[in-house]
T-cell receptor, first 112, second 114 residues
């Protein structure tokens, strides 16, 4: 069965470190998204991609970057982790830009 | 500036009764709306959607109503079951507008009481 996975599921890191969160989907979807979920904010879009070599900034992109070298993966990198980036991160993919998105299980990141 | 608003952080409903979750939006470019359900420690799962050319969409116990003039949509769950206890997110997107992902509300925690 097609799925979308995220790793690690939990991560603790120190302020200033570079961190990369992995997202892998086997739906063969062109569109992939990264969101963060914080109490009182719902889910907010960080970055998204509509295909290989395509990346776009979302609502809360500062301090984050993504790269898309193949269809299956969209890793999210925190260049220099900050305590404000402590959050739960969700990756999602969709068949089209406006169709329903399928979400991964999430990565809980703590920056100390 | 919140473009999608869910003004009820929580809602408690008795098992077997109707649950009504509400959502308001401000961006008139939105024309596709979705509801997601989320259990703790899991990712959101898609529940039901509606395009702006419709005013109602039904799928089993779940019905979504859209009132474009009021910029309001609602999700009805009938009858409510214990497994419906979860956080429900309303989301919206704009077709042809680059569709910058989905814009989510803050969520409503639905609690189904026995």
């Amino acid at each position: 069965d097609a799925e979308i996975t995220q790793s690690p599921r939990h991560k603790i890191t120190e302020t200033g470190r570079q961190v990369t969160l992995a997202c892998h989907q086997t739906w063969n979807h062109n569109n992939m998204f990264w969101y963060r979920q914080d109490l009182g904010h719902g889910l907010r879009l960080i970055h998204y991609s509509y295909g290989v070599q395509d990346t776009n900034k979302g609502e809360v992109s500062d301090g984050y970057s993504v790269s898309r070298s193949n269809t299956e993966d969209l890793p999210l990198t925190l260049e220099s982790a900050a305590s404000s980036q402590t959050s739960v991160y969700f990756c999602a993919s969709s068949e089209s830009a406006i169709s329903e998105q399928y979400f991964g299980p999430g990565t809980r990141l703590t920056v100390t | 500036d919140q473009q999608v608003k869910q003004n009820s952080p929580s809602l408690s409903v008795q098992e077997g009764r109707i649950s009504i979750l509400n959502c308001d939006y401000t961006n008139s470019m939105f024309d596709y709306f979705l509801w997601y359900k989320k259990y703790p420690a899991e990712g959101p799962t898609f529940l039901i959607s509606i395009s702006s050319i419709k005013d109602k969409n039904e799928d089993g116990r779940f019905t979504v109503f859209l009132n474009k003039s009021a910029k309001h949509l609602s999700l009805h769950i009938v009858p409510s079951q214990p497994g419906d206890s979860a956080v429900y997110f309303c989301a919206a997107s704009a077709v042809g507008g680059g569709a910058d992902g989905l814009t989510f509300g803050k969520g409503t925690h639905l609690i189904i009481q026995p």
